[in-house]
């Protein structure tokens, strides 16, 4: 009896080790898949649920060319429109920076390019409507994204001129402030879940226009201004949380087939106070093309801009 007893209590405590070891590994294999690629990609393991995008119309881009392209991509898209674009990197080479060009998917037409410039203490990218020459000298500049030293941080601006340099004392129109987006890490400073973003835009005057943010300093900026609470006036957009699929060992969105690849760059961005609305989603088709779609109220430039800084950040 005794024998037996001991038999029975060993094959417990076995039983326990090992459901013990079984939860660790699957730890183990989370952790690994979300901190090495945060696999946010197509969830193609259930089924999908009705995309919001299939209520739009899809933007066919046919009528741009009697469009002035610049007032295009300055303005929120119009509104019921889906505008799906696609964006190619190029990666450069030793002595030179990627760049990324942005073409409508559904009618190849050249919208506009960014590339990161050099001499620069942070991150700077340049925004042109052409792909020669990506400067602020460059023809057709139109704007830049500028982040901060640790890559955490982005502002979007303008042509305009800052208004700490010569432009300004020269009466140069001054730079607006079109946008920012702060990237943390995933819940609670959590190095296993994938990043969060949370991106203001200025909100859309009745007219159609947007509303005029002009910082003189950096503590102005719709960033500050939004942490601190003060709110009015700015739309807040954050990433849409993907969830862990235990059959794929990874976390997924819902891209509706227009993601091939798993990256930790992949994002979805929603207005904080409509999360079933996605207004931005970004992600990897492979090495080097990438699929941007956007709807109200962003503008194309924006959109393009908020990619850039997920290209760039460095919180992986």
């Given at each position: 009896e005794t024998t037996e007893t001991k038999a029975e209590e060993t094959t417990e405590t076995k039983t326990e080790e090992e459901k013990?070891?079984?939860?660790?590994?699957?730890?183990?294999?989370?952790?690994k898949s979300s901190a090495i690629s945060c696999n946010t990609h197509?969830?193609?393991?259930?089924?999908?649920?009705?995309a919001e995008s299939n209520a739009l119309e899809l933007f066919t881009g046919e009528h741009l060319k009697d469009l002035d392209l610049k007032t295009f991509l300055m303005n929120p898209a119009p509104k019921g429109k889906l505008i799906q674009c696609h964006i190619v990197r190029d990666k450069g080479g030793l002595f030179s920076n990627a760049k990324y060009t942005l073409h409508l998917s559904h009618h190849p037409v050249f919208l506009m390019a960014g590339k990161k410039q050099s001499g620069n203490a942070t991150s700077n990218f340049a925004v042109c409507m052409n792909d020669k020459d990506i400067s602020k000298k460059g023809p057709g500049y139109i704007g830049k994204v500028r982040g901060n030293f640790s890559?955490?941080?982005?502002?979007?601006y303008d042509d305009g001129a800052n208004p700490k340099k010569k432009g300004a004392k020269e009466g140069k129109k001054l730079r607006e402030e079109l946008g920012g987006v702060k990237f943390e890490m995933g819940a609670a400073g959590?190095?296993?879940?994938?990043?969060?973003?949370?991106?203001?835009?200025?909100e859309v005057k009745p007219d159609g226009g947007i509303l005029h943010f002009q910082p003189k300093t950096e503590k102005e900026s719709m960033?500050?201004?939004?942490?601190?609470?003060?709110?009015?006036?700015i739309i807040t957009c954050v990433s849409k949380n993907p969830s862990w699929n235990e059959k794929a060992k990874a976390f997924v969105l819902n891209?509706?087939?227009?993601?091939?690849?798993?990256?930790?760059?992949?994002?979805?961005?929603?207005?904080?106070?409509?999360?079933?609305?996605?207004?931005?989603?970004f992600g990897r088709v492979d090495d080097n093309n990438f699929i941007m779609d956007f709807q109200y109220p962003l503008s194309p430039f924006q959109a393009f801009a908020l990619c850039l800084s997920s290209f760039d950040s460095k919180f992986e």
């Open positions: 013990k070891e079984g939860e660790g590994e699957e730890a183990r294999v989370k952790a197509t969830e193609e393991h259930e089924p999908e649920k009705k890559g955490t941080e982005y502002h979007i959590s190095t296993v879940a994938p990043r969060k973003m949370t991106a203001v835009i200025p960033l500050v201004s939004h942490a601190a609470g003060h709110k009015e006036g891209f509706n087939g227009r993601v091939k690849k798993a990256s930790v760059k992949n994002f979805q961005l929603a207005p904080e106070t409509d999360m079933d609305k996605v207004v931005l989603q």
